[in-house]
C-alpha cells in the first residue's frame, strides 16, 4: 500500500513539473515570436517610408497587417522620416509577450 501511495505521489509531481515546464516553454515561444513580429512589422513599415515597396497604404498599416501575419498584435507605431519604431503584443494563456523594434537606414 505504501508503495502505490508513493507511486501515486511522483506520477502527480511528474505531470505538474510537466504542465510547469510546458508553459515555460510556450512562454519563451510566445516572447520569440512576439519578438519576430516586431522585427517584421518595423522593417515593412521601414520600407513603405522609404518608397522600397511601392503602395498607397499608410506604413503603419503594413506594420498591422504584418504583425497580424505573425500571430500578434500592433500596440504601437511611429514613422519618423525612414525610421519606424513599432511595438507589438502577442498573447499566451493569458500571458502577454511584447516586443519593441526599430528600423531604418543604416546610421539612424
Same mark, same amino acid.
Given at each position: 500500500? =505504501?508503495? /502505490?501511495?508513493?507511486?501515486?505521489?511522483?506520477? /502527480?509531481?511528474?505531470a505538474t513539473? @510537466?504542465?510547469?515546464? +510546458? %508553459?515555460?516553454?510556450?512562454a519563451?515561444v510566445?516572447a &520569440?515570436? !512576439? +519578438?519576430?513580429?516586431?522585427?517584421? !512589422?518595423?522593417?515593412?513599415?521601414?520600407d %513603405?517610408? @522609404?518608397?522600397?515597396?511601392p503602395?498607397?497604404?499608410?506604413? #503603419? !498599416?503594413?506594420? =498591422?497587417r504584418?504583425a497580424? =501575419? @505573425?500571430?500578434?498584435e500592433?500596440v +504601437? #507605431? %511611429?514613422?519618423?522620416?525612414?525610421v519606424?519604431t513599432v &511595438?507589438?503584443r502577442?498573447?499566451?494563456?493569458g500571458?502577454?509577450?511584447? @516586443?519593441?523594434a526599430? %528600423?531604418?537606414?543604416?546610421?539612424?
Open positions: 500500500m =505504501a508503495g /502505490t501511495a508513493l507511486a501515486a505521489g511522483v506520477l /502527480t509531481l511528474a513539473l @510537466s504542465l510547469g515546464l +510546458a %508553459a515555460v516553454g510556450g519563451a510566445t &520569440q515570436r !512576439a +519578438a519576430g513580429a516586431a522585427d517584421a !512589422a518595423a522593417l515593412a513599415a521601414a %513603405a517610408a @522609404s518608397g522600397a515597396v503602395t498607397v497604404d499608410d506604413p #503603419c !498599416a503594413i506594420a =498591422a504584418v497580424a =501575419a @505573425s500571430g500578434a500592433l +504601437a #507605431c %511611429a514613422v519618423d522620416g525612414l519606424a &511595438q507589438v502577442a498573447m499566451y494563456a500571458l502577454r509577450a511584447v @516586443s519593441r526599430r %528600423a531604418g537606414p543604416p546610421g539612424t
